[in-house]
């Protein structure tokens, strides 16, 4: 599973604009949990890549969710990682953005939006 950490993080609008990187950090944290318990039809255990980009990069990983952030645009890198994934290895992309959906998809990764990962992520504006 390869999650758009500005695509999932910017789906809701909670503040995560004053502190990118402590946003992607929190969605990074909450992940550990999809890794090994899996999400709404994706049981688990998952294999995560969280890709950050921009303010977020410098986020690290942690045990469960391997952390990729992007050299340029976040969105080249994921669709690197889907389409250069070992041959009959399911992939499965998890963001709204339309152009990067198209993209992974036709090397063969499925798509799904933020909210098969935003219910176990959401963390409330304090």
Not at 4 to 18: E, F, H, I
Not at 47 to 74: I, K, Q, T
Not at 88 to 97: H, L, N, S, W, Y
């Amino acid at each position: 599973m390869i999650v758009d950490a500005a695509n999932v993080v910017g789906s809701v609008p909670d503040g995560w604009w004053r502190d990118r990187r402590g946003a992607a950090t929190r969605l990074r944290d909450r992940l550990v949990g999809i890794a090994s318990d899996g999400a709404p039809g994706h049981p688990g255990p998952v294999e995560v890549v969280l890709v950050v980009e921009g303010a977020a990069r410098g986020v690290g990983s942690v045990p469960g969710v391997r952390v990729e952030s992007a050299r340029g645009s976040g969105d080249d890198l994921i669709a690197e990682l889907a389409c250069g994934r070992e041959e009959g290895r399911d992939c499965v992309v998890v963001t709204a953005d339309r152009e990067l959906r198209r993209r992974v998809e036709a090397c063969g990764a499925r798509c799904v939006g933020p909210r098969t990962v935003w219910p176990a992520t959401r963390v409330p504006e304090a």
